[in-house]
């Protein structure tokens, strides 16, 4: 899908209120989020490479949230495709 900010998909299909915009950089695939209910996220976290993701991801200790199910590489790939 693709609105004014560019590529995305949701990265929990039953809230639309939060989507991931993905882009690629340099042949890198790079995520940023983007949440209705926290519109200064956009602003205050620029564009993340997947690699980046990936480590801060092994680190995760967290039970809430799932940075493998939010940033899924997959999905973005697919929505660039898409998008082309």
Same mark, same amino acid.
């Given at each position: 899908?693709q609105d004014k900010?560019g590529t995305?998909?949701?990265p929990n299909?039953s809230n639309?209120r939060?989507?991931m915009y993905?882009?690629?950089m340099?042949?890198?695939?790079?995520?940023?989020?983007w949440?209705?209910?926290?519109?200064?996220? +956009?602003?205050?976290h620029g +564009?993340v490479?997947?690699?980046?993701?990936?480590?801060?991801a092994?680190?995760?200790?967290?039970?809430?949230?799932?940075?493998h199910?939010?940033?899924?590489i997959e999905l973005?790939?697919a929505?660039?495709k898409?998008?082309?």
């Amino acid at each position: 899908m693709q609105d004014k900010r560019g590529t995305y998909y949701y990265p929990n299909p039953s809230n639309k209120r939060i989507r991931m915009y993905v882009c690629e950089m340099d042949d890198v695939i790079a995520f940023r989020l983007w949440n209705a209910d926290v519109p200064q996220l +956009w602003e205050e976290h620029g +564009w993340v490479p997947y690699d980046a993701i990936q480590k801060a991801a092994a680190m995760f200790t967290g039970k809430n949230f799932d940075p493998h199910q939010a940033y899924d590489i997959e999905l973005a790939k697919a929505a660039l495709k898409e998008e082309k």
